[in-house]
């Protein structure tokens, strides 16, 4: 079961892809994390990686994809993955399907949770951080018991940057610019599954697991 999340920033895609992770007992893998783990463990990879992010660069395509297609390649992806955050783009897609190709491999779903921008706006900047502990939470659906203040730790609670509304709709924009293309490429292949992100995380989660398991 090879699994790639879809949806704009603030879709719910990495809560869904984790919870589809435990109930499987396969991976959840994200960009960020592989990148972090092979600059810690100080592979050839990574530190190629290394260079680019040191410099704020974007790491190139082909170094993303090998960098992805060596993790579906261990061990505990052999029954399966979500990847989460890859591909992004085209080009990124049609790498990641060639790579894995060349081991007898396909992307098995691509499932989109499809959530209208208005309402992605309306939950990010409803978020807030706890600038001591790092906890997440959220002013309507995920309030603390005091407000501005962190339930785990007494911290402070703030509206980070990325959160703001301004910057949300330009990820939005840049999501679909470069990001949506995808739907269009997976559905053509066939294995393209679109959820209604507004509904309940627990409803959400249903829809994906009758999806995989029909």
Not at 88 to 94: C, D, G, S
Not at 118 to 123: H, K, L, M
Not at 125 to 150: D, F, L, M, Q
């Amino acid at each position: 079961m090879k699994i790639i999340m879809l949806g704009a920033p603030g879709a719910g895609k990495g809560t869904q892809a984790k919870k589809i992770a435990e109930k499987y007992n396969i991976p959840h893998i994200s960009t960020g994390d592989i990148f972090r783990a092979n600059i810690k463990n100080g592979t050839e990879l990574g530190k190629k990686a290394k260079t680019y992010m040191d410099q704020g660069a974007l790491v190139p395509d082909e170094l993303v994809v090998d960098l992805v297609v060596d993790r579906v390649a261990q061990d505990d992806a052999k029954n399966g993955f979500v990847l989460d955050g890859f591909p992004r783009t085209i080009p990124q897609a049609e790498a990641l399907d060639a790579a894995l190709s060349k081991i007898n491999d396909k992307v098995d779903y691509a499932i989109d949770v499809d959530v209208p921008d208005e309402n992605i706006i309306n939950r990010m900047s409803g978020r807030r951080a706890c600038v001591a502990c790092g906890g997440t939470y959220h002013i309507v659906y995920n309030p603390t018991k005091t407000e501005g203040i962190c339930d785990a730790c007494g911290g402070k609670l703030i509206l980070r940057d990325d959160d703001q509304p301004e910057t949300v709709k330009n990820r939005l924009k840049v999501y679909h610019e470069q990001t949506q293309p995808l739907i269009e490429y997976y559905s053509k292949k066939g294995i393209l599954k679109s959820v209604d992100g507004t509904q309940d995380m627990a409803e959400v989660f249903q829809c994906i697991v009758d999806i995989l398991e029909v």
